[in-house]
């Protein structure tokens, strides 16, 4: 069946449809990770935008039950160059194309998807809609002007969980799969903000040694600090972080009280609530191999990141220096408070999907909570 893919610069793309038929707008952004699909549809940092793979074939290894980073697809629509169906993979249980439609995400295979990268790179990140039934370029180009702009938008409150929970699971080993852990052993109190939180990021704070208590978005700090954690921990999640005001002002009380570590939009939150802040970017960075220099040791990991947003450095005056660098385009990849401990980075030293080279900062904040409490 025929889909089209409307930019709201003008451009068309067109190709064939895979995935669930219809109609679906968001932000067109690129993705370079070769492996991990699973990860990329489940991670809720996606909502609100249509995700391009840069690596040519997927669906080769299909779904599994296990490598799931939330509870649901929150992104609106997938895009790739050649979409395979005869999946091949031992722990596979169903193709990427029936996944798709059982989760009514919209996608579009078969178009020139370097083409489309090259495009968004040049021009920046942009709307754009996906198409089944419509196919009038003027019409769906209209549309895709339509769609409201990512800056401005709070889309963590959406995602976030609705009351407290507990996490056990720890990290996914060949032989058992996802490890049952014994809170007994769990020596850290740690409570997890959730703003669209991976379920790696929890798996590794428990492999860390946490005992993890998630809260929601808007969780008040006092109720935070009566739980009495030895640490409080920011996650990822999608959107714009300036228009998230409640949050920022609920985080700000507590700096000083507790050691902080962020991932990705809990970093950017930070910085804000540090007094920073944000700005967007032209089209981001979205993928698993991409450089980064920790300042404190200078030495360089490859990192996973999932962002369109960063935190201005200059903006923190002297409240909060350089943690982390990305070697590429040389954005803010981390900050450290100055006098506190408190700190966070921009990449995801969860991987899933990419490499594990920062899963060292979980051990960083174990200790930081070691000397503080
Ligand atoms: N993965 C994330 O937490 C993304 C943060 C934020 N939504 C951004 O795009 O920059």
Known sequence: MRAVLALADGRIFEGRSFGAGGEATGEVVFNTSMCGYQEVLTDPSYKGQMVTMTYPQIGNTGINPEDIESRGLFLSGFIVKEYMDCYSNWRATMSLDAYLKENSVVGIQGLDTRALTRHLRDKGAQNGIISTVDFDRESLVKKARAVPSMAGLDLASGVSCDKPYHWTEGLWNLETGYATVDPATLNYKVVAFDFGIKYNILRCLVD?????????????????????????????????????????????????????????????????????KTVKLPFGNHGSNLPVMDMATRKVEITAQNHGFAVDLDSLGAVACLGHENLNDQTVEGIRHCDLPIFSVQHHPEASPGPHDSQYLFGRFVEMMEKYR
């Open 208 to 276: 860390a040694g946490c005992d993890v208590t998630v809260v929601p978005a808007a969780f008040p700090a006092e109720e935070v600090l009566a739980m009495n954690p030895d640490g409080i921990f920011l996650s990822n999640g999608p959107g714009d972080p300036e228009p998230l005001t409640g949050v920022i002002e609920n985080l700000r009380k507590l700096v000083g009280k507790k050691p902080i570590f962020g991932i990705c939009l809990g970093h950017q939150l930070l910085g804000l609530a540090l007094g920073g």
